[in-house]
Nanobody, 126 residues
Framework: EVRLVEPGGGSVQTGGSLRLSCAASINTIRLCFHWFRQTPGKEREGVASIDSTGMYIRYAESVKGRFTISRDNDKNTASLQMTSLKPEDTAMYYC????????????????????WGLGTQVTVSS
């Protein structure tokens, strides 16, 4: 089982930036990573995914052009750089991972991810 820890998060004003990190307990060379977010009373939303090679990346429409997902397999980490933050980005952000044995994009479906971090709160004030 992969343990995921998500340092980062915090509070910023509209237009600010934050960087989230996800540290895995195992070698990440064959893992999909995905960042999800959730606010109370709403379903969990896929934000960004990155495949094991770093070549196949997808973003939710709501964050395209503002968020950047990346990974460092040497350090067994994944990151989410968030810029131009908006109040609607306020949520608990979760890192998730799953083994990847195919070539291509990782799923945006949260049900297929087997390993999850505890989450980190991001609050954007207007």
């Amino acid at each position: 089982e992969v343990r995921l820890v998500e340092p980062g998060g915090g509070s910023v004003q509209t237009g600010g930036s934050l960087r989230l990190s996800c540290a895995a307990s195992i070698n990440t060379i064959r893992l999909c990573f995905h960042w999800f977010r959730q606010t109370p009373g709403k379903e969990r939303e896929g934000v960004a995914s990155i495949d094991s090679t770093g070549m196949y990346i997808r973003y939710a429409e709501s964050v395209k052009g503002r968020f950047t997902i990346s990974r460092d397999n040497d350090k067994n980490t994944a990151s989410l750089q968030m810029t131009s933050l908006k109040p609607e980005d306020t949520a608990m952000y979760y890192c998730a991972a799953r083994p990847q044995n195919w070539s291509g994009y990782c799923s945006f479906e949260d049900t297929v991810y087997m390993s999850w971090g505890l989450g980190t709160q991001v609050t954007v004030s207007s």
